[in-house]
């Protein structure tokens, strides 16, 4: 069964530090995600990643394959950024017809004016 | 841009009563998701389809049925609730049958069994 751990599960910064949010995964995977959910409950997807690195805006996404790692980043932290960031991961073992997505339990980050 | 909508956004129940969630979306997708999260966990999938009259179990499927006679709707349904289903719900859909498309979230349906 493929694992998923996300640390650190709470995280409070002031505004303007540098964020990392980490996640392990423990089997091979086909894809990885990064989502956000809002205090009022809205997901949204931030990226999606099977290899290298990607970056929208402030936030930037890496993946190391070979260490089963993924890192979400923040840069210039700011109050509107507080929220839980979900990873998730799709193993190889689903097949074509499985959407079976196993998601970690989240990072709560609340960042302080 | 409605995307994916879910009703309602909130409900109590008691235990026994039966109800359906309801899911659609207006992008066309073909893969749809219905998931829980509970505290302390992360999201479970309980039903999924890959497109319209095809459905399969997921994780945590028992108390839970789907159909899908359409491509824009996918509704849940619980048969006789019980406080075990007290939960946030999800439906997502993505498009394309290949894990390189991301997945649109509805808002969530928060649901209280008592």
């Known amino acids: 069964k493929n694992e998923v751990e996300q640390s650190p599960q709470n995280l409070t910064a002031q505004e303007g530090e540098f964020i990392t949010i980490n996640c392990s995964y423990s089997v091979g995977i086909s894809a990885l995600h990064w989502l956000q959910q809002h205090p009022g409950g809205g997901i949204v997807s931030l990226f999606m990643?099977?290899?290298g690195k990607k970056k929208h805006g402030r936030l930037i996404a890496t993946i190391n394959i070979q260490e089963k790692h993924s890192s979400l980043h923040i840069t210039a932290s700011h109050p509107r950024d507080s929220a839980v960031y979900i990873c998730?991961?799709?193993?190889?073992?689903?097949?074509?017809?499985?959407?079976?997505?196993?998601f970690g339990k989240g990072t709560h980050l609340i960042i302080q004016p | 841009n409605a995307g994916v909508t879910q009703t309602p956004k909130f409900q109590v129940l008691k235990t026994g009563q039966s109800m359906t969630l309801q899911c659609a979306q207006d992008?066309?997708?073909?893969?749809m998701s219905w998931y829980r999260q509970d505290p302390g966990m992360g999201l479970r999938l309980i039903h999924y389809?890959?497109?319209?009259?095809?459905?399969d179990q997921g994780e945590v499927p028992n108390g839970y049925n789907v159909s899908r006679s359409t491509t824009e709707d996918f509704p849940l349904r619980l048969l006789s609730a019980a406080p075990s289903q007290t939960s946030v719900y999800f439906c997502a859909s993505r498009t394309g049958r290949w894990d390189n498309q991301p997945q649109h979230f509805g808002d969530g349906t928060r649901l209280s069994i008592l």
């Open positions: 990643l099977s290899s």
């Open positions: 992008m066309n997708h073909e893969y």
């Open positions: 998730a991961v799709r193993s190889w073992r689903a097949g074509g017809g499985a959407d079976g997505l196993t």
């Open positions: 389809s890959v497109g319209a009259g095809i459905t």
